[in-house]
């Protein structure tokens, strides 16, 4: 969002996962929070949940005050974590990884 990263989730894995936050901090502190789900899978689950549901706290804590006052539709901003869910839920390598990400979506409704 104008050239700045509010959000970023990677390292996924078991004990690896972990999600980068651009919050307001005085003097230097933690920028990450670490995901406590341990599947890639769950962890998956976690990072469409953060981008549809708490996009909003993340933007709104971010020091710059442009982005800040961005207005972001949230139907569209729902549609892009699904299609973000749908894209990492294609990195999967294994059928066991793939039928445990599928399974995921039985828990969607929580999201809505």
């Given amino acids: 969002?104008?050239?700045e990263e509010i959000l970023r989730i990677d390292c996924f894995g078991k004990g690896a996962a972990h999600i980068h936050v651009?919050?307001?901090?005085?003097?230097?502190?933690?920028?990450?929070?670490?995901?406590?789900e341990q599947t890639v899978a769950e962890q998956i689950f976690r990072a469409r949940f953060e981008l549809y549901?708490?996009?909003?706290?993340?933007?709104?804590?971010?020091p710059n005050p442009n982005i800040?006052?961005?207005k972001i539709d949230r139907l569209k901003m729902k549609e892009a974590s699904e299609q973000a869910f749908t894209l990492l839920n294609g990195f999967?390598?294994?059928?066991?990884?793939?039928?445990?990400?599928?399974?995921m979506e039985a828990y969607?409704?929580?999201i809505d």
Avoid: C, V
């Fill in 53 to 62: 549901r708490n996009y909003q706290y993340y933007q709104s804590r971010i």
């Fill in 1 to 3: 969002m104008l050239e």
């Fill in 92 to 103: 999967l390598d294994s059928e066991s990884l793939l039928n445990e990400g599928l399974a």
């Fill in 22 to 36: 651009a919050l307001f901090l005085p003097g230097k502190g933690e920028q990450r929070l670490w995901m406590h």
């Fill in 108 to 110: 969607s409704d929580e």
């Fill in 68 to 70: 800040r006052a961005l």
